[in-house]
């Protein structure tokens, strides 16, 4: 059960980290800079890293 739960918020992190991609596509070829660019990167970023390492950590305990 635990490495079920890791996986299902693996996943919701990892659409978290998809769904501003668009956002950040359009904001890079509207002017390339700003505050906002920066944060929606950051927050793509750090929902990917979370994702991964729950993926991660399923990994590990269903190998012991």
Do not use: Y
């Not at 918020?9 to 956002?23: C, K, R, T």
């Not at 793509?44 to 399923?58: H, V």
Request: charged share 15%; aromatic share 12%.
């Amino acid at each position: 059960m635990h490495i079920l739960w890791n996986q299902v918020i693996g996943f919701l992190f990892i659409v978290l980290a998809v769904l501003p991609i668009h956002s950040i596509v359009r904001d890079v070829e509207k002017d390339g800079t700003g505050p906002r660019l920066a944060l929606e990167i950051t927050f793509t970023a750090l929902m990917a890293w979370f994702g991964i390492s729950s993926f991660w950590k399923a990994r590990k305990i269903s190998k012991s």
